[in-house]
């Protein structure tokens, strides 16, 4: 099975800036749809963005619009998530995951979960 592993979590103060990357190990991630969720405490875990192997589509919540980028250069490569302009709201564990396409927001095609990493943004 594919093995993700994410990094760049940290704490920033709103209008900072992070970059997550998403690794995978036991497999490359290309043919993978790969997705950015994140889960607040106390509230379900929601879509971020998401980059399909297939095209070079990329789809994004619309809280996130404007201001974070996913990016894929090549198979060997992580799926890196750019986050700008980073508000109190965006804090939370963000998850990478990697599926098989669809419904790209939809948590429930992607079998292949991380471990998830830390972000949080001060007012």
């Known amino acids: 099975q594919v093995q993700l592993v994410e990094s760049g979590g940290g704490l920033v103060q709103a209008g900072g800036s992070l970059r997550l990357s998403c690794a995978a190990s036991g497999r490359t991630l290309n043919t993978y749809t790969v997705g950015w969720f994140r889960q607040a405490p106390g509230k379900e875990r929601e879509f971020v963005a998401a980059?399909?192997?297939?095209?070079?589509?990329?789809y994004y919540t619309d809280s996130v619009k404007g201001r974070f980028t996913i990016s894929r250069d090549n198979a060997e490569n992580p799926v890196t998530l750019q986050m700008n302009s980073l508000k109190p709201e965006d804090t939370a564990v963000y998850y990478c995951?990697?599926?098989?396409?669809?419904?790209?927001?939809?948590?429930?095609?992607?079998?292949?979960w991380g471990q998830g990493t830390q972000v949080t943004v001060s007012s």
């Open positions: 980059i399909p192997w297939e095209t070079d589509d990329t």
């Open positions: 995951a990697a599926g098989y396409g669809g419904a790209y927001s939809d948590s429930r095609r992607y079998p292949f």
